[in-house]
């Protein structure tokens, strides 16, 4: 069983930058894709990017370029850097897990608000 514990969220004025963090405990961490998703007021969750163990990352097109997803396994931590912020990037942002050899993500965070003011 993982679990995951995110931190970083907060307010930031449009064009800036904020890092968010998850800790992941649990057996066979690097047996697990992890990724971090977002959910708007109103709006469906959506995956905005995702990290494997060995380190092959995948973005939507709308964060392309402007953020970067990290992980280290050795202390069992995902990041998310986002720079360029944009007002439409504001929502709850969790981080997940799944196993390498599952499509659906488990595993997921409690969330943290990421609010980009314009």
């Known amino acids: 069983q993982v679990q995951l514990v995110e931190s970083g969220g907060g307010l930031v004025q449009a064009g800036g930058s904020l890092r968010l963090s998850c800790s992941a405990s649990g057996p066979s961490f690097s047996n697990h894709v992890t990724a971090w998703f977002r959910q708007a007021p109103g709006k469906s969750r959506e995956l905005v990017a995702s990290v494997t163990s060995g380190g092959s990352t995948n973005y939507a097109d709308s964060v392309r370029g402007r953020f970067t997803i990290s992980r280290d396994n050795s202390k069992n931590t995902v990041a998310l850097q986002m720079n360029s912020l944009k007002a439409e990037d504001t929502a709850v942002y969790y981080c997940?897990?799944?196993?390498?050899?599952?499509?659906?993500?488990?595993?997921w965070g409690q969330g943290t608000q990421v609010t980009v003011s314009s």
């Open positions: 997940a897990a799944r196993v390498r050899w599952s499509v659906r993500y488990d595993y």
